[in-house]
């Protein structure tokens, strides 16, 4: 259930990982075998690019609104879980915050009675639910066809038991490789990437949790993704602590120049992704993108 650092890697990503940290002799086992000069080229070209993430999909994981306003989008991954998930809906609400929640297929399909309740409540609460497969398996290391079978029954076992139609799709481990690409391109999908991961599914502390977080968010610039997990108690525990700390701080911007921290309302994302004379419509609805209407999700690109 937990996303690692998946590296397939090619030159770009290794000489990326070790400009984030890494010692000589690191260095010198990556340049064995590689021409000087050919290193040096690629390496100037993952410095200019900036945007290769170790896993290799590019950061911003989306693109950067009109305003540049400095804003954060909520994605919580490998739920539903009947009981975290709910407290972490009654922060939600609480806060005003719509999410996506990449949801896992034989997570949603739960005999445990609290879990449909969970899965009602994100659609009235005007969350986004996508796709993060049926058996979370990692996609590049599954046979081809195990890994086909998981994305499209997590997509078919999801709309089955919430009755919406799904667009978006995060891939487990947010592993990347050719066979992945392959799988994403013959169904006409997308990876939804992240730009800030806690890693708080691997410490299991929700003060790291909210250090990390908050630390990111104080200097970020344009959009960011916060990629956290709703059946993680510190996620649940650390989410609260974020929320109150961006209005507090907020709070103290406003006595300066700097700009705002805003939430990124996971609807009005999928609004703007919409083709332009429909995402404009929505808009001016208002109303129709607080709660995405089937017909709307079903175009979503
Ligand atoms: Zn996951």
């Known amino acids: 259930m937990r996303p690692r650092r998946e590296v397939r890697q090619g030159d770009a990503a290794r000489l990326t990982r070790v400009k984030h940290g890494a010692n000589l002799a690191q260095l010198s086992s990556l340049c064995y075998g590689i021409k000087v000069r050919s290193l040096l080229a690629v390496l100037i070209l993952a410095l200019a690019a900036g945007s290769v993430t170790a896993a290799g999909w590019p950061q911003p994981a989306i693109e950067q609104g009109d305003s540049r306003d400095i804003e954060v989008l909520f994605t919580f991954d490998d739920g539903p879980s009947p009981l975290l998930t ?36 994100m659609k009235a ?33 999801i ?11 995060r891939i487990p481990f947010g592993a990347r490789c050719a066979q992945v690409d392959q799988l994403l391109a013959d169904r006409g999908l997308w990876h939804f990437h992240w730009d800030l991961d806690p890693q708080e599914w691997q410490h299991h502390s929700a003060d790291k949790a ?38 507090e701080e907020n709070a103290r911007r406003a006595t300066s120049k700097k700009k705002q921290i805003k939430i990124l309302q996971a609807p009005a994302y999928a609004a703007e992704k919409l083709p332009n004379g429909l995402g404009g419509w929505l808009r ?5 993108i607080q709660s995405l209407p089937d017909l709307v999700a079903r175009v979503l690109p």
Request: overall charge neutral.
């Open 159 to 169: 709309e089955r038991v919430t009755g919406w139609p799904l667009a978006w799709i």
């Open 86 to 121: 709910a407290k972490l809906l009654d922060t939600l609400k609480e806060h005003h915050v719509q999410a996506i929640f990449f949801l896992v297929g034989n997570m949603a399909q739960s005999k445990d009675k609290r879990t449909a309740p969970v899965l009602e409540r």
């Open 125 to 157: 609460e005007g969350h986004v639910i996508a796709n993060h497969t049926q058996n979370h398996l990692d996609e590049c290391r599954a046979p081809l066809e195990k890994a086909a079978a998981d994305i499209d029954n997590g997509k078919a076992t």
């Open 284 to 288: 001016e609805a208002g109303e129709g």
């Open 210 to 247: 909210f250090t990390y977080v908050t630390g990111q968010l104080a200097r970020a610039r344009g959009r960011v993704v916060l990629l956290m997990h709703d059946i993680q108690p510190a996620t649940i525990g650390a989410l609260p602590r974020i929320l109150t700390w961006i209005d």
